[in-house]
């Protein structure tokens, strides 16, 4: 164990330099510089305000996560529980004090940025359960008081977030949170008996959902009962995506954006202006560049000594690809809207800033790979 940590402590700023993926790192620049030109695209071709906010936010937060990086994984192992208890602290105070913008009250204003807490609790619950879980026997994982404090804690931020109302993004916390909990070692059971709990109460559930959620469940099982209203935007994504053909119709070329048939193009939506402007030539590629990211965080995972540097790699790489699939589906048409940032591509300060964290502490796993926590 000394031996261990003076092996770490001896690495110059050179050797942790070289030790970055730098595989990942052009993943996560490339993923960058596509959503840079996307949403100029957004702008009508002009570097206008989301353009401009979008690409100083990407910098900003590149550079952020260059330099926390170096940060000892040890670091984010000791604050794993100050982290999440901090972001559940600006959960609740944007549930009764943030702002309200589009009947939701789910942001704080910090002047430079207006911050989203639910976001950054993406990162905040994987960290939580992979330093609770580090050093939990796998026997133990299963026994009936080790469950209660994860699912409290899960819990939660759940119900904050569904209040406000964000049901969608409160669904991924829930996913996320999930996806460890599955990865420490949780009982099959479990899952199954949930689930099917889960769909025994579903028309409880739905009959506690607010109007226009109730309404985006009822546009996904057919759009066209209100193509000019709740099932426009759905209708119109999936004509984009559609008229982007194997090619594509060209940068700033595409029609649905141009003649602004579709709405929040530059949120959620901004995989539809990219299909339509490369086809699914450039949509291919796209994915191919995440599943290369995907991949080199699992590698990372598979090659770290620490359990809690493995579990969070393994869970943000899980994590990922859910928001991703989550996203992609529903501007298919294959899920129902739910507010699903696409990582990196879509606007928003406070999902790019969650995903940079989750990124620093899988290069800062990599850099130090050989440092056992005890």
């Given at each position: 164990?000394?031996?261990?940590?003076?092996?770490?402590?001896?690495?110059t700023?050179?050797?942790?330099?070289?030790?970055?993926?730098?595989?990942?790192l052009?993943?996560?620049?490339?993923?960058?510089?596509?959503?840079?030109?996307?949403?100029?695209?957004?702008?009508?071709?002009?570097?206008?305000?989301?353009?401009?906010?979008?690409?100083?936010?990407?910098i900003?937060?590149?550079?952020m996560?260059?330099?926390?990086?170096?940060?000892?994984?040890?670091?984010?192992?000791?604050?794993?529980?100050?982290?999440?208890?901090?972001?559940?602290?600006?959960?609740?105070?944007?549930s009764?004090?943030?702002?309200?913008?589009?009947?939701?009250?789910?942001?704080?204003?910090?002047?430079?940025?207006?911050?989203?807490?639910?976001?950054l609790?993406?990162?905040?619950i994987?960290?939580?359960?992979?330093?609770?879980?580090?050093r939990?026997?796998?026997?133990?994982?299963?026994?009936?008081?080790?469950?209660?404090?994860?699912?409290?804690?899960?819990?939660?931020?759940?119900?904050l977030?569904?209040?406000?109302?964000?049901l969608?993004?409160?669904?991924?916390?829930?996913?996320?949170?999930?996806?460890?909990?599955?990865?420490?070692?949780l009982?099959?059971?479990?899952?199954?008996?949930?689930?099917?709990?889960?769909?025994?109460?579903?028309?409880?559930?739905?009959?506690?959902?607010?109007?226009?959620?109730?309404?985006?469940?009822?546009?996904?099982?057919?759009?066209?009962?209100?193509?000019?209203?709740?099932?426009?935007q759905i209708?119109?994504?999936?004509?984009?995506?559609?008229?982007?053909?194997?090619?594509?119709?060209?940068?700033?070329?595409?029609?649905?954006?141009?003649?602004?048939?579709?709405?929040?193009?530059?949120?959620?939506?901004?995989?539809?202006?990219?299909?339509?402007?490369?086809?699914?030539?450039?949509?291919?590629?796209?994915?191919?560049?995440?599943?290369?990211?995907?991949?080199?965080?699992?590698?990372?995972?598979?090659i770290?000594?620490?359990?809690?540097?493995?579990?969070?790699?393994?869970s943000?790489?899980?994590?990922?690809?859910?928001?991703?699939?989550?996203?992609?589906?529903?501007?298919?048409?294959?899920?129902?809207?739910?507010?699903?940032?696409?990582?990196?591509?879509?606007?928003?300060?406070s999902?790019m800033?969650?995903?940079?964290?989750?990124?620093?502490?899988?290069?800062?796993?990599?850099?130090?790979?050989?440092?056992?926590?005890?």
């Amino acid at each position: 164990m000394f031996q261990q940590s003076s092996y770490t402590d001896q690495l110059t700023f050179f050797q942790k330099i070289r030790s970055f993926d730098y595989v990942l790192l052009i993943c996560i620049i490339l993923i960058g510089i596509i959503s840079a030109f996307s949403m100029y695209s957004t702008d009508g071709g002009e570097l206008l305000y989301h353009s401009k906010s979008h690409v100083i936010r990407l910098i900003v937060f590149f550079t952020m996560m260059i330099f926390l990086s170096f940060l000892n994984i040890k670091f984010w192992h000791a604050t794993g529980y100050l982290f999440y208890v901090i972001i559940l602290s600006l959960l609740i105070w944007a549930s009764f004090y943030g702002i309200t913008a589009s009947g939701s009250q789910r942001w704080i204003n910090l002047y430079f940025i207006n911050l989203q807490p639910s976001e950054l609790m993406k990162i905040a619950i994987i960290i939580f359960y992979a330093k609770f879980y580090h050093r939990m026997q796998a026997g133990n994982v299963n026994n009936f008081t080790n469950l209660l404090i994860p699912f409290a804690v899960l819990a939660l931020p759940i119900v904050l977030v569904a209040s406000q109302p964000d049901l969608g993004t409160a669904i991924l916390i829930a996913l996320s949170g999930l996806v460890v909990l599955w990865l420490a070692g949780l009982n099959i059971r479990y899952f199954i008996y949930s689930s099917l709990a889960f769909f025994v109460s579903m028309p409880f559930i739905i009959s506690f959902l607010e109007p226009y959620q109730k309404l985006r469940v009822l546009t996904f099982f057919n759009p066209e009962r209100d193509p000019l209203g709740a099932g426009y935007q759905i209708i119109q994504s999936k004509i984009g995506v559609g008229s982007g053909g194997l090619t594509g119709k060209g940068f700033l070329k595409g029609t649905q954006s141009y003649l602004e048939f579709l709405p929040e193009k530059h949120t959620d939506f901004i995989f539809t202006l990219f299909a339509e402007e490369h086809g699914f030539t450039g949509s291919v590629i796209l994915l191919l560049i995440y599943a290369v990211m995907i991949f080199r965080i699992i590698r990372i995972g598979s090659i770290v000594r620490s359990f809690f540097a493995k579990l969070f790699c393994y869970s943000f790489a899980s994590a990922i690809f859910i928001y991703i699939t989550v996203n992609m589906s529903m501007v298919l048409g294959l899920l129902p809207i739910v507010g699903s940032p696409l990582p990196i591509m879509s606007y928003g300060g406070s999902s790019m800033l969650a995903t940079m964290i989750g990124f620093s502490v899988v290069m800062s796993a990599k850099i130090y790979q050989r440092q056992l926590i005890s």
